[in-house]
Every structure is written in C-alpha cells, then in structure tokens.
C-alpha cells in the first residue's frame, strides 16, 4: 500500500498527460486501484498541478509538430526546422561580429526574396521603401544639388538646379565639397552621400567647400524639390525634341503640357529621347502612348496564371511622323513605348538595342514602413513580342560617337530620317 502511494511525479505527469478529463471516470475504473480512484475524483493542489503541467506539455508537443510541419512546408524539408535552428545559434553564438538580432533578420527577409532567382524581387527595407517613393513620384527633400565624383574619391558640385537651394546659397560648379555636416566625405561611403545631404524640408545641411584654394562652409535650407521628368524643344521650325528621364507619377502631366506647347510652336515631327530611361510606372507609359500609338493595344500583361489585361490607346489624338531614340538603358516602361511604336509601325525606332526588361513589379506594403517588390507579370508588345532578356533591336542601330563623345551622332541621324516621314 504504501508502494502505491509513493507513485513518482513522472508517473503522476503521464497519467494526466493520455487521459484527458472526460474519460478520467473510465481510467480510474479499468486500470487504476480502487484506492486511486478517489484521488482522481477529488484533486488534491498538488495533483491539479500535476494535470496542468501534462496538459502544458500536450500543447508543447502539438505547437512543435505545428512548427516543425510549417518549416517543413516553407522550405520543402522535415530538417527545416532543425536546419533553420542550427544555422541561427551558429550564426548569432559563433560569429566573431555578432550581427544585431533586426540586422540578422533583415537579411533573412532579402535572402528569402533573392531566392526567386528574380533580380526584380526585392525585399525593401524602410529606407528603401522611402526611396522608391521618391523615385516614382520624382519629388525628395534636399538642396536640388547635383554631385560630381568623375575624379574619383574627391566629389565636386556637378550643377545646382536653378531656382532651388543650392543655386541661391551660391553654390558653384567645380566646387570640392570636404565635409557634410562636420563629416568628412572620407568618412562617408559614396553610396550614402547623396542622404546626409537630403533630410526634413525646413532642417539646414551644411556643407564645407572648396573654392579656388579657400575653404568655406555653407548652411542650407533644405525644401521639397519636384523634379522634372520631361524636357523639351524645338530642334528647328518643324521638328520637336521631347527627353524622358524617367516615367513617374507626374510624368503624363509634364508630357502633356510640353508636347502642347511644342505643337503651339509649329511642332510637326517629333524625335522623342528614351536614352538612358531606366522605366518606370507602366499606368505612365500608357498615358504617354496616346499621343504616340494609334488605336488599339499598347501593351498586354500576362500574370503566372495566364491571364491576360491589354492596355489600349484610345486614338484620341492625331499621330505626327516619329522617331524614337533608346539604348542600352531603356528599360521597362521605355521599351514599352518603343516595342508599341515598333511593332505599329507609328514611327522608327533609333540607336542601341534596349536593355531587356519586360516583366512587371508590384510593391506589397510591410507591416513597418517596409515592403517587397515582386514580379507579377511578363509584358507582351502589340505583336505579342515578349522582350524580358532580349531587348528592342531598332530599326536603324547608330551607334554613339568614340571619337568625340560630345558629338550626339543618334540625335543628329534622328532628325534627318524623321524629317524623311
């Protein structure tokens, strides 16, 4: 009797861990002694601990085969889990550097996007969400200063656009800038210099600077600076010259504004300038191709699953005789345009084969100011052309001048063909 009565805490834990509450009555009767039975009935304290902590290592057990089935799931092995583990505490415990623990997750998250083989899928931290921003809708806070570092590690004033902080702080072309805010530019990895100088519109930067051997600091207001997507020009009493930078969110407005006021200038021909065009919104490039493509599809988008969505022009405004100018760095929205004007012979397409990206991104919103960039489609030309790695070939390959680079051999053998449509 008293053998029975000094049963172990393990023993105890087990009987409470494989018989649950309902079925205590049916346990007590066919495997416990009689003497037992009533303990079961009526808990002591100490045996309603016992029950509680078999129940907390049931739902132990159940949470690990949960998560263990989840590893196994996301990375297709039952070792996810372990390997997932493992790799963490050698990493964290190990590493001479020990990386800070959001750092080490961070990377994780870019790792997992890099692991589509999508160079367009992108993880995108807080700061790069912010860039992002500012690149399609083509406004930032800063000074409106353009930087020059073509002499290597010494950076210099490139230009200051006109009208904006830098030009009426009196900043200079050729000015060598020595430090931002106290920091030398020694201190500061290229990549960076561009965000010390920007920051909140209505903080000041300043900047030491060189000029003609006498060293001066600087303190400018930083504003918010829209920058121009769109420049153009009469090249002679017929002939317009229309230079896309990019296609952002203001761009279609820009576009339309230049394109009037051109054609109120006698404008009949046009040479549009897709040079060096990295892309950008494909909604823009389809408010673009209704001045330029006639009716019918601009571009179709084809998802993983097949389906299709055509983006139209809806010919609402007479076409004029065409040249369009690309490289190798129109990418994205700028070959859109071209591969349309190319494929409905709307004008002619001049210069270097495209770079070759025909597939399409979205930007999922984070749950922290962050995001990921992922490709969702392929984009087809009206001819059902898909360019994604191949490029738009133009009509007539010009390539730029090795002689004199200042020479632009492509602009000049754009206007004699278009005056020829």
């Known amino acids: 009797m008293e053998d029975k009565k000094k049963k172990s805490n393990w023993i105890r834990i087990k009987e409470y861990l494989f018989i649950s509450e309902k079925h205590d009555e049916a346990y007590t009767t066919m495997e416990m002694s009689k003497e037992v039975a009533p303990k079961i009935e009526q808990l002591s304290f100490k045996d309603r601990i016992y029950k509680l902590i078999g129940k907390l290592i049931k739902l132990l057990i159940v949470f690990l085969i949960m998560?263990?089935?989840?590893?196994?799931?996301?990375?297709?092995?039952?070792?996810?889990?372990?390997?997932?583990?493992?790799?963490?505490?050698?990493?964290?415990?190990?590493?001479?550097?020990?990386?800070?623990?959001?750092?080490?997750?961070?990377?994780?998250?870019?790792?997992?996007?890099?692991?589509?083989?999508?160079?367009?899928?992108?993880?995108?931290?807080?700061?790069?969400?912010?860039?992002?921003?500012?690149?399609?809708?083509?406004?930032?806070?800063?000074?409106?200063?353009?930087?020059?570092?073509?002499?290597?590690?010494?950076?210099?004033?490139?230009?200051?656009?006109?009208?904006?902080?830098?030009?009426?702080?009196?900043?200079?072309?050729?000015?060598?800038?020595?430090?931002?805010?106290?920091?030398?530019?020694?201190?500061?990895?290229?990549?960076?210099?561009?965000?010390?100088?920007?920051?909140?519109?209505?903080?000041?930067?300043?900047?030491?600077?060189?000029?003609?051997?006498?060293e001066q600091e600087i303190s400018i207001e930083r504003k918010t600076i829209v920058m121009p997507t769109v420049r153009g020009k009469m090249l002679d009493d017929s002939v317009g010259y229309i230079r896309l930078t990019q296609f952002a969110e203001k761009t279609v407005d820009e576009f339309t504004k230049i394109y009037e006021d051109l054609q109120a200038k006698g404008m009949k021909r046009l040479v549009l300038d897709l040079r060096d065009n990295p892309g950008g919104l494909i909604t823009t490039a389809h408010g673009i191709g209704q001045y330029l493509i006639p009716k019918g599809p601009i571009v179709t988008v084809q998802t993983r699953k097949g389906r299709n969505s055509a983006y139209m022009s809806r010919g609402d405004h007479s076409l004029m005789p065409l040249v369009v100018l690309i490289n190798g760095n129109s990418a994205s929205a700028s070959e859109i345009i071209a591969g349309a004007v190319q494929d409905t012979k709307s004008g002619i397409i001049v210069g270097t084969k495209s770079y070759g990206k025909g597939t399409v991104q979205s930007v999922v919103q984070g749950l922290d100011e962050e995001g990921l960039k992922i490709t969702i489609a392929r984009y087809h030309t009206p001819n059902d052309r898909v360019i994604d790695g191949i490029g738009i070939i133009p009509d007539e390959i010009v390539e730029p001048s090795k002689a004199n680079p200042e020479e632009d051999v492509q602009l000049e053998r754009a206007v004699e063909i278009v005056k020829t449509l």
């Open 67 to 214: 998560l263990t089935g989840f590893f196994w799931y996301i990375s297709g092995s039952p070792l996810g889990l372990a390997k997932f583990g493992y790799t963490y505490y050698i990493t964290t415990q190990w590493a001479m550097d020990s990386p800070s623990k959001e750092e080490l997750f961070v990377n994780m998250l870019k790792g997992l996007a890099k692991g589509t083989h999508d160079k367009h899928t992108v993880y995108l931290d807080k700061e790069d969400m912010k860039a992002l921003e500012m690149h399609t809708s083509s406004t930032y806070s800063g000074i409106g200063l353009l930087l020059d570092f073509s002499d290597g590690k010494v950076l210099k004033v490139g230009a200051t656009m006109e009208g904006q902080p830098a030009e009426a702080a009196g900043l200079q072309k050729g000015d060598q800038i020595l430090a931002i805010d106290g920091t030398p530019i020694s201190d500061i990895e290229k990549e960076e210099v561009a965000n010390h100088i920007r920051g909140e519109a209505g903080t000041f930067v300043v900047l030491r600077i060189l000029r003609s051997g006498e």
